[in-house]
Every structure is written in structure tokens, then in C-alpha cells.
């Protein structure tokens, strides 16, 4: 997946939509980032190779470049390789009231207590909710732990690879997954999602894995399946948050190109269609 920000961010992909859409606008490229004595992490030594060392060193990275954008008055796209670079994203909006729309085929919030594999890339939002890696998180600038009532996910549609023993697990804070819309429509489960978020917060990040839309659509990695949103759908809830609430930074992560070498068809417009949202929640 690391391959996906390479293709987003080609010259005749979001670069060349992005300022036919917006005027011209900016790329950084964070690519030198697995080195730990790029990052002293808080004055304390890091071991190099570690997993863990390279995590927080590239979410730190990403952190300050955010933190940079954001100090130019500049909007904060992100495409990463990966969802765990939401840690470093929230970490440069450096906002302790900040809420988070996360939309994806997987609730991302298993702790090292629950995960099978112990996959990092699969506890990103319990990290974000203070639920594990908690002296670890706090080694990364300008991280605050986010409330649970502070985040809604959406999407969470793809249960092949919990353990039968979890069948019942579901994800953090507000939700519009296919238990929550049983009797329901996507739109309708979204906008009384919306309405509780709102509750407690009036800004949000929000956080797209390609994996979410629909695997009739397009196949955003090897995780993808069927039963998401389709690309219209997240185009309206990122435009329904939008009206209602200010977004901060937006995230497109975890596109696999060799999966679908196709879904930049997909993935370009749909991009600049919710950045064009986004921008429009801060006028």
C-alpha cells in the first residue's frame, strides 16, 4: 500500500485535479521518515529498525508537517500508505477539542489485549481514544487523546477477518455500520450519527481508507469488500459533515495498487470532491 500515495500524488493525479479545482497548491513528500535518529522523540534514545521507533518517527514527521500547513493558514491533505498515519495527523491539528469522522471497511480499534496478530495498522483509532499505547502516543507532537463520544465511524462492513469469538465487537463512539442501519439507509444512519457527534464537538478530522467504498466500485486494497458506501455516498456524508461541522484536515489512505490498478479513477475525483467540501466548512 505504500505504492498508493506515489500514484494519488503523480503530476496528472490529485496534483493536476487539485489545481484545476482549487488554484495551485503544494505537494510534500515525507519518504525519508524510517530513519530513528531523524527523531529524538522527546529527548530519549530510539532503537533503529524497531517497528514501533519507525511508527513514531513517521508520525512525528507527519505531525510537524501538518502543524506547518496549518501555521500557513493552508489545508492539510493527507495520502498515506497507511491508516496508523491518523496518529501523526491529529497530532499536527494539536487540538484537544478535535472530534474525527473515520470511514472505513474496518473499525481499526483493536488494543495488543484484543488484536490475534497484534497488527499496529489495526489499532489506530483505539490509539487516537486513549485505548492502548498510551506513554507511547505521548511521544508524538501535539497528540491529545480523543473522548470516544468525540469520534463516529462509518462503513465497518467488512467482519472477515474478526475472530468468531468477536462477532459482537464493534467500533468506537458513533457509528453507521450495518448493524446500525438494519431497518435503516445509509443516509438516514449517518445524519443521526452526525447529530450526536455534533453534541460534543464543532471541528473534526476526517479519515478515508480507500477500503471502504463498496468492492463493486473499486477495490481500495486487499481488505476491501462489499456491503460499504458507494463513492456518492461518501462524496454526501463528507458534504452533510461539512455543512454541519469545521473539517481540519481530510486523509485518504491505504490504497493498494496492485489490488486495482484502476481506482485512481475512482479515488481522484472523489478526493477532490470531499477537499472542495472540506474547504467549503471553513468559509
Known sequence: MAR??????????????????????????????DDAKSSDAGGRPLSPGDQMVRQLVQNNGLSAAVRQAKSRGLFPVVAAGGCNSSIGTVGGLDDPALGMIWLDAH??????????DGLFEGMPVSVIAGRCWKRWSERIDGFHVMPE??????????????????REFRGIGHLVDPVAMRGSTFEKTFAEALTALRRHVDR?????????????????NLHAATGGPSPDQVRWAVERAAGELRIEALSLTSYDVAVDPSAPAVL???LTDLARSALKSRA
Open 204 to 220: 473534526v478530522y476526517v479519515h478515508v481508507d480507500a477500503d471502504v467504498i463498496d468492492a463493486s466500485y473499486m477495490r481500495g
Open 268 to 270: 481522484v475525483p472523489l
Open 107 to 116: 473499525h481499526d480499534a483493536e488494543t495488543p489485549e484484543t488484536s490475534p
Open 149 to 166: 463520544h468525540h469520534i463516529m465511524q462509518v462503513g465497518l462492513h467488512d467482519l472477515s477477518f474478526v475472530d468468531p469469538r468477536d
Open 4 to 33: 498508493g500515495p506515489e500514484v494519488l500524488l503523480g503530476p496528472d493525479a490529485v496534483p493536476e485535479a487539485f489545481d484545476s479545482a482549487f488554484g495551485p497548491t503544494e505537494s510534500v513528500w515525507l519518504d525519508d521518515l
